[in-house]
């Protein structure tokens, strides 16, 4: 394979005027945290709500719960990224559909809305998971209290049912890192479109593809040691969730 490697090429001026090509990776990589960071903050919110509804008494709101979380998990991320950035202002009135597509950074708007409703489904079956895995007793103990059903849950049932679920929303927030490179597809220049835009005028493949693995890479680890050391944190000392005891 006849390659010329150039890893000086990221100190070299980038043609979009940003400065070097590294200082366009950056800028891609302010976005992608940006946007996964957006994306999270609506992801855990919805999801703590479609979540929780999924273990209350009520059938009906169980079944619309459900009915969210099989829509938004089922619908590959692309295209619900393609839906909201290029359908629904087309079915909204002209004025309203308009004013969506003259806002600014759009892209950066939908590719969060996506994020966010996409990754809120997965969420949401941690969380239903977490408070079932629970013994039946805490919501007992909670009703024999005098707390309401929503009391309980505030107070007892979500917060032993977090320190469960920490580890498995720790994947879902490095997951949710790597799918923001799907926003590419819209036009939102994130990490991986800076580093195809430097591939394009520089010709320099593997030098700007394993830049951006690189960043992805260390930016997922720091992720993960955070949300490790929360865990240790919350943990408490003796808790067993419901299936768990041998």
């Known amino acids: 394979m006849n390659y010329n490697w150039n890893w000086n090429i990221f100190f070299e001026d980038a043609p979009d005027g940003a400065g070097t090509y590294l200082d366009s990776l950056f800028a891609g990589l302010k976005w992608t945290l ?5 994306g999270w903050v609506i992801a855990l919110l919805i999801g703590l709500v479609i979540g ?7 059938k009906w709101l169980v079944r ?3 009915a969210y979380v ?13 839906m909201w950035y290029f359908v629904f202002p087309e079915v909204l009135p002209t004025a309203w559909g308009d004013a969506l597509k003259q806002l600014p950074n759009a892209p950066f708007i939908t590719a ?3 994020l966010g409703f996409f990754t809120s489904a ?3 079956v941690q969380v239903s998971t977490g408070i079932q895995a629970l013994p039946r007793g805490q919501r007992m103990a909670g009703v024999a209290l005098g707390l309401t059903l929503p009391q309980t849950y505030r107070y007892v049932l979500l917060p032993m049912a977090f320190r469960i679920i920490i580890p498995s929303l720790t994947n879902e927030v490095a997951a949710i890192i ?22 394009e005028f520089s010709f320099q493949t593997f030098e700007a593809y394993s830049a951006a693995t690189l960043i992805y890479l260390i930016v997922s680890v720091i992720a ?16 067993i969730a419901a299936g768990s005891a041998k």
């Open 70 to 82: 099989e829509l938004f998990r089922n619908i590959p991320l692309i295209v619900q990224m393609f």
């Open 122 to 124: 997965r969420v949401a």
């Open 52 to 58: 929780t509804l999924r273990t209350v008494p009520n």
């Open 224 to 239: 993960i040691l955070l949300s490790n050391l929360l865990e240790k944190t919350l943990r408490v000392p003796g808790f």
């Open 64 to 66: 619309l719960a459900n």
């Open 178 to 199: 790597k799918n923001s490179s799907v926003a590419l597809s819209i036009g939102l220049i994130e990490l991986t479109a800076s580093a195809r835009s430097m591939q």
């Open 112 to 114: 969060a809305l996506s």
């Open 34 to 38: 940006a946007t996964a960071g957006t």
